[in-house]
């Protein structure tokens, strides 16, 4: 998985077992090549909500197209970039500030006026924004103008000043400034990071397959992939969990015993003492390794026998499969 886990690992898998297990499930550590998101194999197992993920979905045919006519380099995505990546008005906006700081047209903030033939409000609140940010995900500012002010009379400067005036005229200015929720989402996944086109492929950083599922106008979404299992799980269910997990986990060992284990209830489980004890039958599964010697010597006597189907004697003789 490329990730150094060793004992952690260990123990988030048999507590109890550790060293027993420690050369089965160690994976040495390296830097991964791609530039995809994969879960750790503690995260997998722990079955704890993750951020390393990633979806992806051939393009359609038009939308192929579509992307090599604009003669961008590959990898470069503006509409989908607008369509797919969550976006607050806060995350494009520097500051506020009211017109009684600005009240000269003349100004060099307030030439664009003079560009636009527009008169210039006597009282205004003016909204700074980033054209980077904006602009880079296919923003304009007369669209995040009117998503935001559609109530009030608004100008807006060129792209590349970033600036949106809203003319509060008799208001109260701390009033308007209330009734905006600069917090607003305003397109997108909250849960989609970033983008990318490689090939005819799109790919997503973070996962939402609901909301991914719902854009078959962009996407074919028969060739829809995420490796995030607990949005798997709500989306295609628990049997679409096992196949990924299968893929997930790289020991062939146990490529079959972790993904049966984890669906087993019929909902997704974490594979750790805790959930483990409770199909647990036989005295291994209670040995602890520090008096592993001593436990055993104490069974002799009594004659007690272990059926050696749990998943601790499985893995403490090597026995999976089995």
């Known amino acids: 998985m490329s990730e150094r886990i060793g004992i952690k690992a260990g123990h988030s898998v048999l507590k109890r077992a550790t060293q027993s297990n420690l ?20 995260d997998i197992l722990d079955g704890k909500k993750y951020e390393n993920c990633y979806m992806s979905a051939r393009l359609k045919k038009e939308q192929e197209m579509a992307h090599k006519k604009t003669g961008r380099e590959m ?6 970039k607008k369509v797919l990546i969550g976006s607050k008005f806060s995350d494009f906006l520097l500051y506020i500030t009211k017109s009684k700081f ?5 100004s060099p903030e307030n030439v664009f006026y003079n560009f636009l033939a527009t008169p210039m409000p006597e009282k205004f609140i003016r909204f700074y924004l980033d054209p980077r940010k904006f602009c880079s995900l296919g923003y304009t500012l007369e669209e995040l ?8 009379t608004y100008c807006c400067s060129p792209e590349f000043i970033g600036i949106i005036d809203v003319d509060t005229k008799d208001l109260d200015d701390t009033k308007v400034l209330e009734s905006i929720d600069l ?8 849960k989609i990071k970033h983008c990318f086109i490689k090939e005819d492929t799109l790919y997503t950083i973070g996962s939402d397959l609901e909301y991914f599922l719902s854009l078959d106008n962009h996407i074919d979404t ?9 949005d798997v799980e709500k989306t295609f269910g628990i049997g679409a969990v096992r196949r990924l997990l299968i893929d997930l986990i790289d020991d062939n060992k146990y490529k079959n015993i972790i993904p049966d284990f984890m669906i087993r209830s019929g909902k997704l489980l974490p594979f750790k003492k805790s959930c483990i004890s409770l199909y647990e039958r036989g005295f291994i599964s209670e040995i602890s390794f520090e008096r592993a010697t001593k436990d ?24 999976i499969g089995s």
């Open 296 to 319: 055993i010597s104490e069974k002799i006597p009594s004659r007690v026998v272990d059926p050696l189907d749990s998943i601790y004697s499985k893995i403490w003789f090597n026995s």
């Open 183 to 190: 917090e607003m989402h305003i397109g997108g996944s909250e």
């Open 222 to 230: 028969t060739t829809v992939y995420s490796n995030d299992i607990h």
């Open 23 to 42: 050369s089965m499930f160690h994976i040495s550590g390296g830097i991964s090549s791609s530039i995809l998101p994969r879960p750790s194999i503690v």
């Open 75 to 80: 990898g470069e995505v503006y509409i989908e």
């Open 102 to 106: 600005l009240n000269e047209r003349n």
């Open 145 to 152: 103008a009117l998503l935001m002010f559609s109530e009030y």
